[in-house]
């Protein structure tokens, strides 16, 4: 077992948006340093951390510089290529390690390793040529998902095929990029859970939360979700199971959908998720701290709900009516220190908090 | 009325210790940067802090310099010269203003404005001289206290006087500084009570918290205090008389002492207050966002307390049993990242939150 680490450790963060900010501020309330490792001159991290080092992921030799003046590495999203986190394991401990990150990047590899652990998924067929795609359509019919295999987000490098596309042109917008054809999952709801495990192997999740997208982008979580006792105790044994099985240290978030034939895995994230933000006014201790005592190898906090909330993410221009939202006493604000709004990028939340309810 | 602040604006801050880094947490997740000015090279806040200047209080080019580069100014302790405040108000808005400062710096000032306002005090009288000391003693009698009229805090500079002391020696032991005798007041509680004032005269009063001190420093801040529903409504109006009295700008602490007379006023801070602390876990906003609310021109948050907390002060190496503490899943953990532990010296606090009872 790792020791734990001491206040006055530092904290290396792979990326410095508003996971990595939001890391740092839970770290600094338990004594930790951070260093921000990020491509951007001005990451939003940057703003709230000790240090930060503006450097590309690719550049090998800044990034065991950066893993020689940290105590432990973790990282803010799992788009990161593998050589990275590779070199910076040489040098310290990284959490969570290589392994769940590879399985959360390619989205085959993620179905695989849930589909072996018996849990569902849509059906999918990975896709890399034109006949693939056809066999695979052939296979799991229509309405269903092109996505690519690797490197996607908010709904980013997805296609919707209802069976009237043309298949060479499909693949075309692919430009060569691996894929994957998911069926389509007829779901009530979309729920997710966000779990933590300590470095000993305790496991502590919080209450799954719902999910309602807008533009393919989350636009809110609230909790409780509207489950039954059983739904809400299977969600919860779920995560643990892929935490146990990655041999997990840290938060994971993992997407249900909710189905008449039970919960079916969507996908999940070897981090902090948008969906876990509820936490922040919801419990004693959020995802962020959760993950920081995970890696620093502390016993984990309560997980255990106070009170209902719904966050509301705040989009591109969104932002501008921030202070207007203080206003209302049920609202706990949390801006990311972005400058530039651009449309469709996360600018803040809101965390709408009220007693909590029996559910 | 002041212009309120947008996010990205920038928040000078006087004082770099734990009450100015939890004032940069704060300010950060309303999207603000903050400065820290402090004459110590590596302050807890610049830990969190978008930027530090290292310089003293004296130094008004340093001073101006610092104003020039932030929107607006504030501080997290009261002993800071008028000059500096009055260089820095040529500049920029200084929140909360210099009357409230000078008031709060001198002990015999403060009870002139209190008993002024009609609230009650100790009984005090002003002493510069032997004679001055001998006089008051005879009229306020034993036991009494000896203390500086200015800069004292956690004790410091206080002498309590039973009536066998050489009066000569006492006046030594204060060096020439004006002093103050104060009269010993009989109580069964100490109280506190923070309360912040908007640019536009909102006022919003957390519940009182009962303060148990251990060797002249506050040990425990429990909510809600042990009060009747007459004491409870009493301590807030009082807060918010005062205020009122001073047009004050941001978050002042008024301690005060429980007696079977009524509430008697120990002294008020202008400023964020360790007693205050337990609202970081029993709030949705605590005192640290209330104030950066209050200087930055934005509506208050709601100051209802939604759970029952003991927040208990860490000092000197009780720090080192820091991580501990996070087994217990009450507790909420906060360290102010001091490398140096020194007797006597706040390191962290621990906040213990429990289910809101009915007080």
């Known amino acids: 077992m790792t020791e ?23 770290a600094a309330r338990l004594g930790f340093l951070t260093h921000i490792y990020d491509p951007d001159e001005a990451p939003p991290a940057g703003q709230v951390a000790y240090k930060t080092t503006q450097a590309s992921f690719s550049d090998i030799s800044a990034i065991k510089k950066f893993a020689q003046s940290v105590d432990v590495v973790t990282f803010e999203f799992e788009n990161i290529p593998a050589s990275a986190i590779d070199a910076a394991e040489t040098i310290c401990p990284v959490h969570p390690g290589g ?24 059906p999918y067929l990975a896709v890399d040529t034109e006949a693939d795609l056809e066999a695979a359509l052939q296979q799991i019919g229509t309405p ?12 980013k490098g997805q296609i919707r095929i209802t069976g009237a596309e043309n298949l060479a042109t499909l693949m075309a917008s692919l430009e060569g990029a691996p894929a994957i054809l998911e069926g389509f999952v007829d779901f009530s709801a979309e729920i997710s859970v966000i779990g933590a495990r300590a470095i000993d192997g305790q496991v502590v999740c919080f209450d799954p ?39 997990y240290v840290g938060v994971l978030a993992v997407e249900l959908f909710v189905t008449p034939a039970g919960l079916v895995v969507n996908e999940f994230a070897p981090r902090v998720h948008n969906s876990g933000h509820w936490t922040q006014n ?27 909330v719904v966050m509301t993410n705040l989009i591109g221009d969104e932002i501008s009516q921030f202070s207007n ?35």
Chains 1, 2 share one sequence.
């Open 282 to 308: 919801g419990c004693a201790t959020d995802q962020f701290e959760q993950h920081i005592r995970a890696i620093a190898g502390w016993p984990l906090g309560d997980g255990q709900r106070l009170a209902d």
């Open 99 to 122: 392994a769940a990150l590879a399985a959360s990047q390619d989205r085959v590899l993620e179905k695989d390793f849930l589909n072996g652990l018996g849990l569902k998924t849509a």
């Open 144 to 155: 269903a998902i092109l996505k690519t295999r690797r490197f996607g987000y908010d709904g």
């Open 209 to 247: 939360g719902e999910n309602v997208h807008k533009a393919g982008i989350l636009h809110t979580t609230t909790v409780p979700a509207d489950l039954s006792f059983q739904q809400r105790t299977d969600a919860v044994i779920l995560a643990g199971h892929v935490l146990n099985a990655l041999n």
């Open 4 to 26: 734990s680490l001491k206040p006055g450790s530092i904290i290396g963060i792979f990326g410095g948006g508003q996971l990595g900010r939001m890391l740092a501020l839970a």
């Open 325 to 359: 939202h203080a206003a209302d006493p049920e609202n706990c604000l949390h801006h990311y220190g972005k400058a530039a709004i651009r449309a469709g990028r996360k600018m803040g939340h809101i965390n709408k908090v009220s007693a909590k309810s029996s559910a």
